[in-house]
């Protein structure tokens, strides 16, 4: 599977403006979805759940509008459970309602999304969610299957059971927080194509001066100082905090793709040129020495 080295993350695409702050009105989403087709990001990572589908629906509408997607183009998505129901019957019908939108026969990557919420619904167990993955994978509807949520503990637990490509990670793996050193290690270690999602910390790098939001809930001070800090930093040596997070990703062999949602067109051009700027490793050792402490890390365990 080839991707490029940043996806964009589709989200914002279905318009959740209680997370981003702003609705994304459907044109202008179907829109943004086609200069993304034609842009060098060549992934768009969504899920069934996003915006109760409708984030799938508009990029499928996109696909339909420009003649259906480029062959070179990858779309991933994640079966979701509905209304506490996460069975395997269910993830047959996220499948089906995934394609359904999104005029795919084929999905070629498709993640168990978020198995940290949903542990009491069996998801390992014989003909639950994940069982009902691996048959659709031999079935030849779904290509890839992946892993993605948040808790590492959880994704660790996941991956043991050994039927996973991918595995995608949020926002433990970036400037202000390292939880997920030994997840990525051990995912390298094996092979595991590894997606690293969220690298703004759902925003707080983006602008530690707005809501000071981080991993979705109120950011610890301590999180908050140090990136006010990494923001002082970035303009000492001439670029911005989103660039130096992008690099922090971009830079890590262990890391294949970095995802970030993206919710206008403008934004595009501006994240091409954050890929392509160098910090030196002088800046990279000054980054370093304003880490917060690990107690203030969202997964502080060790190991």
């Avoid at 079935?139 to 503990?153: F, H, K, P, S, Y």
Wanted: charged share 25%.
């Amino acid at each position: 599977m080839t991707v490029s080295a940043v996806g964009a993350g589709g989200a914002p695409i279905g318009s959740m403006p209680h997370v981003f702050g702003h609705d994304l009105p459907a044109e202008q989403a179907i829109n943004l979805v086609r200069d993304l087709l034609e842009s060098p990001v060549r992934v768009i990572d969504t899920a069934n759940g996003y915006s109760a589908g409708e984030s799938e629906r508009r990029i499928g509408r996109a696909i339909s509008s420009v003649g259906g997607l480029p062959a070179d183009y990858l779309i991933a998505t994640k079966v979701d459970g509905q209304d506490g129901d996460y069975s395997g019957a269910r993830v047959r019908e996220s499948i089906r309602e995934s394609r359904q939108r999104l005029g795919l026969d084929r999905l070629p990557l498709v993640y168990l999304h978020d198995p940290e919420f949903a542990l009491d619904q069996g998801l390992d167990a014989p003909g639950g969610a994940v069982a009902v993955l691996v048959e659709l994978q031999a079935e030849g509807v779904i290509g890839a299957l992946g892993v993605a949520g948040g808790d590492v503990t959880v994704m660790h637990r996941f991956l043991d059971l050994g039927v996973f490509d991918v595995l995608l990670n949020h926002n433990r793996w970036i400037l202000v927080d390292r939880s997920a050193d030994e997840l990525f290690d051990r995912a390298s270690s094996e092979g595991i194509g590894v997606v690293n999602a969220a690298y703004l910390g759902g925003g707080l790098l983006a602008d530690p001066r707005g809501q000071r939001m981080y991993g979705y809930r109120p950011a610890r001070q301590a999180t908050v100082d140090a990136a006010l800090k990494l923001e002082a930093l970035c303009r000492e040596w001439k670029t911005d905090l989103p660039t130096a997070a992008l690099q922090f990703s971009l830079r890590d062999p262990r890391i294949h793709m970095s995802v970030i949602g993206i919710s206008k067109p403008e934004r595009i051009q501006p994240l091409l040129e954050s890929v392509n700027t160098e910090l030196p490793e002088q800046f990279w050792n000054a980054v370093e020495s304003l880490v917060p402490d690990r107690s203030h890390w969202l997964e502080s365990r060790v190991g």
